[in-house]
Nanobody, 126 residues
């Protein structure tokens, strides 16, 4: 049974930092493309960052480039998202996602991923 469990969310002031983690189990983590998505109230879920199975390539939404860094530790089956220079517009529920047994053609589209975590709230105040 595939499980993705996010942690590390919370509330922070604008300009601050948070580090999200996603613990994966129930599948071959090191062979899966992984990504972070977010969804604010009343808005569609959007891709934030994605990473290839070996961690050699990363992809980012324009809105977070230069501020967020996605990484993974395949020895710990864990995905990370380091978020710096946070802005109120980054406030959302953040989700970890896995593309297991498939290639995520666009990397940042929700339909490319077949397993999801339950989400964790990030709130940035001005």
């Amino acid at each position: 049974q595939v499980q993705l469990v996010e942690s590390g969310g919370g509330s922070v002031q604008a300009g601050g930092s948070l580090r999200l983690s996603c613990a994966a189990s129930g599948y071959t983590y090191s062979s899966a493309y992984m990504a972070w998505f977010r969804q604010a109230p009343g808005k569609e879920r959007e891709g934030v960052a994605a990473i290839t199975p070996g961690g050699g390539s990363t992809y980012y939404a324009d809105s977070v480039k230069g501020r967020f860094t996605i990484s993974r530790d395949n020895t710990k089956n864990t995905l990370y998202l380091q978020m710096n220079s946070l802005k109120p517009m980054d406030t959302a529920m953040y989700y970890c996602a896995a593309a297991q047994g498939r290639f995520p053609w666009t990397f940042l589209r929700p339909l490319d991923y077949n397993y999801w975590g339950q989400g964790i709230q990030v709130t940035v105040s001005s």
